[in-house]
């Protein structure tokens, strides 16, 4: 596995990992980056929208042509031209019930297309088999990309009847296991920039002072996993730890999501060292 981005070597102390975050105040504001800050200068505009408006749908799963004008910030006309393009290629549809759109068909042909995991080697995706079946839970792989936490691997449990799919959503990092674990074995520099914005609150149990926030990564720099208790979604309890490269550095993050009443007390214990042992055998 190669070198990625905005990580830093295993072998740094917890303390240098950790950092510190510069304060400012919490706010309400979407963790999420803004649709503005989101395009690449130099870019297609057009392009690059009709792809903010297949990730803001993969987030929401419908949406009606204002909401998505409003997220774009462009004009309604705006936002229907654009839908109606990707319609043509089969991208998103229009539900049958309501005025809403949704993504289409067509995006399930193109993601059979593309191998999630092509630049790691196999031994972590057989990590991430290895979880799924000791712990009976879902099973991620993550890495980060602009400022968000995007699974590019998933094994559900054989037991699932759960159609839920955690597979290319993206995730803020203040809030989820993959995220902070990311946050705590960046560089303080590269951790300082991806918390610029503010930090959402999505439930009553979500991380939005800053000083407790240090605390968190600075203690799963510490210990070498994250924990996200009803924090993201309630009822939701996940756990994640680093995935090295050959040369140090943090790659991806492996983790366990599942119900809050089966991820407690002693169960909770037992898959923290199967995620960090996972962790180990996805390391080179």
């Known amino acids: 596995m190669g070198h990625r981005p905005g990580t830093v070597r295993?072998?740094?102390?917890?303390?240098?990992a950790a950092g510190t975050i510069a304060a400012s105040p919490a706010g309400s504001v979407s963790a999420m980056t803004a649709p503005s800050e989101r395009i690449a200068r130099g870019s297609i505009q057009s392009v690059d929208r009709a792809a903010l408006i297949l990730?803001?749908?993969?987030?929401?799963?419908?949406?009606?042509?204002?909401?998505?004008?409003q997220e774009l910030e462009v004009h309604k006309s705006t936002a229907f031209r654009i839908l109606n393009t990707l319609a043509g290629h089969g991208l998103v549809e229009q539900r049958s019930?309501?005025?809403?759109?949704?993504?289409?068909?067509?995006?399930?042909?193109?993601?059979?297309?593309?191998p999630t995991t092509a630049s790691f080697s196999p031994q972590v995706h057989q990590a991430c088999i290895w979880l799924a079946a000791e712990c009976l839970e879902t099973v991620t792989l993550n890495?980060?990309?602009?400022?968000?936490?995007?699974?590019?691997?998933?094994?559900?449990?054989?037991?699932?009847?759960?159609?839920?799919?955690?597979?290319?959503r993206r995730t803020p990092l203040h809030?989820?296991?993959?995220?902070?674990?990311?946050?705590?074995?960046?560089?303080?520099?590269?951790?300082?920039?991806?918390?610029?914005?503010?930090?959402?609150?999505?439930t009553d149990s979500t991380i939005t002072d800053r000083a407790v926030l240090a605390e968190e990564i600075r203690t799963t720099a510490q210990r070498g996993y994250?924990?996200?208790?009803?924090?993201?979604?309630?009822?939701?309890?996940s756990v994640a730890a680093p995935v090295f490269g050959a040369d140090g550095l943090m790659v991806a993050?492996?983790?366990?999501?599942?119900?809050?009443?089966r991820l407690g007390g002693d169960a909770l214990e037992m898959t923290i060292a199967l995620v960090q042992e996972a962790g180990r055998r996805a390391s080179v």
């Open 97 to 114: 019930d309501s005025t809403e759109y949704q993504l289409g068909h067509g995006l399930v042909r193109l993601a059979q297309t593309v």
């Open 55 to 69: 990730e803001f749908l993969a987030t929401e799963g419908a949406s009606t042509v204002s909401a998505v004008g």
């Open 253 to 261: 993050q492996i983790g366990v999501a599942g119900p809050s009443y």
């Open 175 to 202: 809030c989820t296991s993959p995220g902070k674990v990311s946050l705590g074995f960046q560089s303080a520099s590269d951790r300082e920039r991806l918390l610029r914005r503010s930090l959402k609150r999505f």
């Open 10 to 16: 295993r072998s740094r102390g917890p303390a240098e």
């Open 226 to 237: 994250a924990l996200s208790l009803e924090e993201f979604e309630a009822g939701l309890t």
């Open 143 to 168: 890495v980060t990309e602009a400022g968000e936490s995007v699974t590019i691997d998933q094994i559900l449990p054989a037991s699932s009847v759960v159609g839920r799919s955690w597979l290319g």
